[in-house]
Nanobody, 121 residues
Framework: VQLQASGGGSVQTGGSLRLSCVAS????????MAWYRQAPGEQREMVAA???????NYTLSVKGRFTISRDNAQNTMYLQMNSLKPEDTAVYYC????????????????WGQGTLVTVSS
């Protein structure tokens, strides 16, 4: 199983980016998915999370600016980021809890490789 994050880049303050995260491999089901970010010298923090049923949760600093969504048929998660600020600059990682194909499908936590978002003032 792999998680592939993409969509990062460099934008100016007020700009927008859309991140994608695709899960692939011997997948039985993809359960909760989430975006995390880590700025230089900072701890990794949860940005937004979404359940398989579509319930969402956001960290306070991105509420109203970021929107998390997913396409269960494509095992894909998105993060639409609007009104970006310099403090949003970080490496963004996706995480997912995935059940792999087996007689009794086990659930593991997987991380993507990270995609860099840079917001300049």
């Amino acid at each position: 199983v792999q998680l592939q994050a993409s969509g990062g880049g460099s934008v100016q303050t007020g700009g927008s980016l859309r991140l994608s995260c695709v899960a692939s491999g011997r997948i039985f089901s993809v359960n909760e998915m989430a975006w995390y970010r880590q700025a230089p010298g900072e701890q990794r923090e949860m940005v937004a999370a979404i359940t398989k049923g579509g319930s969402t949760n956001y960290t306070l600093s991105v509420k109203g600016r970021f929107t998390i969504s997913r396409d269960n048929a494509q095992n894909t998660m998105y993060l639409q980021m609007n009104s970006l600020k310099p403090e949003d600059t970080a490496v963004y990682y996706c995480k997912a809890r995935i059940r792999t194909i087996a007689v009794i499908p086990p659930e593991y936590e997987y991380w993507g490789q990270g995609t860099l978002v840079t917001v300049s003032s």
